[in-house]
């Protein structure tokens, strides 16, 4: 499988709604922005919040919740 770049700008341009940030042990993390879930949409799947260790794993977390609301 091909690595998927890192490069928290192209990153941020591909999910718009979400506020990303890298930590200082690697790991990808990603928070809605300007949005509050409420418990309905929880149970529905929905997160606040992701996290990932590699970037591929990120990426197809952060594209799961774009599914998500596409179905919604």
Same mark, same amino acid.
């Given at each position: 499988?091909? *690595?998927? %770049?890192?490069?928290? &700008?192209?990153? =941020?341009?591909?999910? %718009? #709604?979400? @506020?990303?940030?890298?930590? &200082? *042990?690697?790991?990808?993390?990603? *928070? =809605?922005?300007? +949005? =509050?879930?409420r /418990?309905? /949409? ?6 606040? *919040? +992701? #996290?990932? &260790? /590699? +970037?591929? @794993?990120? +990426? @197809?977390?952060?594209?799961a ?5 596409? =179905? @919604?």
């Amino acid at each position: 499988m091909a *690595t998927l %770049p890192c490069d928290l &700008d192209d990153l =941020r341009a591909a999910f %718009p #709604g979400w @506020s990303l940030f890298r930590s &200082d *042990t690697g790991a990808f993390y990603g *928070t =809605r922005r300007g +949005v =509050r879930l409420r /418990d309905a /949409d929880i149970d529905e799947g929905f997160q606040q *919040t +992701v #996290g990932a &260790d /590699d +970037v591929e @794993s990120f +990426v @197809s977390l952060l594209q799961a919740q774009n599914e998500l609301e596409v =179905r @919604s």
